[in-house]
């Protein structure tokens, strides 16, 4: 854990944050990689900052929303604002990135499902680093496991997991807490292998066109719902799921459906893609 990784003339730089950013960085730089022969970088410069805009309002708007009542009730509406403390909830990111994204790529009268794939793409670079910042910043953390399993994680008193433990008295002040699951690592480790096999799978004409982002999100909320259940910081609801496992749920089911009617309308070999390195459709053909 280092929430605040050095500081620049008094002022924290918070390793939240600067995940968040070298994340964008990294995801912009990778996607232009692969637009570079379409001759359109400018645009999907302005589409990606558009995205990550939409996608912290989202993401943010969505945690105030589910811990209003136990973290914003007493505090100035201005801490809605303090994103580098954590506090970002991923659905409503998502949700929100991938609205302003059409709303941008229709206004532009680009084809949205090449644009699309190639989000598709890329996204689970800035989702991965996004959790490297919350394992940095103390938040998100997991269950207790067995103090001999190797990946066990033990943070500082000023962490969230120990006060969390502190307070339901499972340990004493000033004592060592119980070694808990690193859940940040493992969902960081599930986006990168995404990205690889998205990059693979997509990137080389496996996968009919338009399939890119419904198949990230149908394969990340599998993986989201089994990591979710080795949390130790999210409430259960009254299905005895967590907030994000109902989504999950939800995310799968919808994009499940999707990713049939695409591949059903795409069986025919003569409609099958091509390597998504190719040479953009004309404007305005959104297929």
Not at 46 to 66: A, E, K, P, Q
Not at 129 to 157: A, I, K
Not at 198 to 210: D, E, T
Request: with cysteine.
């Amino acid at each position: 854990m280092c929430p605040v990784i050095f500081e620049i003339f008094g002022m924290p730089i918070h390793g939240y944050g600067l995940m968040i950013v070298l994340g964008y960085l990294l995801t912009v730089f990778v996607a232009t990689r692969i637009v570079r022969r379409w001759g359109l970088e400018d645009v999907f410069y302005d589409l990606s900052m558009v995205m990550l805009l939409s996608g912290i309002l989202g993401g943010r708007t969505m945690f105030y929303i589910l811990n209003y009542s136990g973290e914003f009730e007493h505090r100035s509406l201005l801490a809605f604002f303090a994103i580098w403390e954590g506090g970002l909830v991923l659905y409503g990111g998502v949700t929100a990135g991938c609205l302003g994204g059409l709303v941008y790529l229709k206004w532009k009268k680009l084809p949205v499902l090449d644009f699309m794939d190639v989000a598709g793409i890329v996204a689970p670079i800035g989702l991965a680093f996004g959790r490297l910042g919350c394992f940095m910043n103390g938040c998100c953390y997991g269950m207790v496991c067995s103090e001999n399993y190797p990946l066990g994680v033990h943070f500082p008193e000023t962490s969230p997991p120990y006060a969390h433990q502190l307070h339901l008295g499972w340990i004493n002040a000033g004592e060592s807490m119980a070694a808990v699951h690193p859940a940040q690592l493992y969902q960081a480790g599930h986006d990168f292998l995404l990205f690889f096999l998205l990059l693979w799978y997509v990137g080389r004409g496996y996968a009919p066109r338009g399939a890119g982002m419904p198949l990230l999100w149908f394969l990340y909320g599998i993986g989201r719902f089994f990591i979710e259940g080795l949390r130790d910081d999210t409430p259960v609801t009254f299905t005895g799921l967590t907030v994000s496992q109902n989504y999950s749920l939800v995310v799968v089911t919808l994009f499940g459906v999707l990713l049939t009617w695409i591949y059903t309308r795409h069986s025919d070999k003569q409609n099958a893609s091509v390597p998504i390195i190719r040479d953009i459709p004309e404007k305005g053909e959104n297929g």
